[in-house]
């Protein structure tokens, strides 16, 4: 069975209703986002950094996987899918994929700020200043910050090294190391970009598709599962 490795980014969930950090300008409440997605922010303001992810955590638990996310499952009848997301919602996992690496963490975890390996599952969407960890450590969102190493990104880089079939959906690629992984593919395989803003940046040979994500990747993977 041949393998398509997938990279996503935000603009596969948008159609779901979780904006992009690229939406109102990169702004929220104000501040720029990779402001607060930081460890200085964490450190300095713990409470606006709960809000914004409790505020995104709010929203995942009403969204829905769209078109696209669905697409991807039906791929799974002709190949090996392995997603690679640079997403922190579940929305892959509801769609029903069943490899789906987490570049930057999940919203629905929260970790403990003494020991990493303590990740727990949120079944609400609020996490408190005060939420402890069995050691009696603050909690703090599973979510890669900026600025912070990204430990995943070696066995997202064997993945890729995998790929026959390679697509870049709904990212705008500016974000290191995630944008680097198109260099790790094997040379000439086939590589889609479904993006309406996409550019050659994400590497080459590769066929731009510039539509919404709901109508690009089923698209797509019509054509893939009748070739
Ligand atoms: P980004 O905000 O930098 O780029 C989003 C991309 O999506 C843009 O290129 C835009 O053109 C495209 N886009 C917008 N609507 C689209 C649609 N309907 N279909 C297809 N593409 C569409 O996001 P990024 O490149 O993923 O990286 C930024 C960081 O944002 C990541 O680290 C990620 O963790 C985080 N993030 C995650 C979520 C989420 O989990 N849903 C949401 C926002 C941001």
């Not at 995630?178 to 593919?185: D, F, Q």
């Amino acid at each position: 069975m041949e393998t398509v490795v997938v990279l996503t980014g935000a603009g596969i969930s948008a159609e779901s209703g979780c904006n992009t950090f690229r939406d109102n300008n990169g702004l929220w409440r104000n501040h720029r986002v990779e402001e607060v997605a930081s460890p200085y922010a964490w450190q300095h303001t713990p409470q606006l950094v709960m809000d914004f992810y409790n505020e995104r955590r709010k929203k995942l638990f009403t969204a829905q996987p769209n078109a696209g996310h669905y697409a991807l499952v039906k791929l799974e009848l002709k190949y090996r899918v392995a997603i690679i997301t640079q997403n922190v919602d579940d929305l892959h996992e509801r769609a029903g994929s069943s490899h789906v690496l987490h570049l930057h963490g999940e919203l629905k975890k929260a970790r403990s700020t003494v020991d990493p390996t303590l990740i727990y599952e949120l079944n609400r969407w609020e996490l408190k200043l005060g939420d402890l960890c069995e050691k009696g450590s603050q909690l703090r969102p599973h979510i890669v910050w900026f600025g912070e190493p990204v430990p995943m990104i070696e066995q997202a880089i064997e993945t890729a090294k995998q790929a026959d079939y390679f697509m870049v959906i709904g990212t705008s690629m500016v974000v290191y190391p995630a944008a680097s992984l198109i260099h790790y593919i094997k040379k000439g395989i086939p590589t889609y970009y479904v993006d309406p803003n996409a550019t050659s940046k994400a590497g080459n040979p590769l066929h731009i598709i510039k539509e919404k994500a709901g109508v690009g990747v089923p698209r797509l993977v019509e054509q893939m599962l009748n070739q």
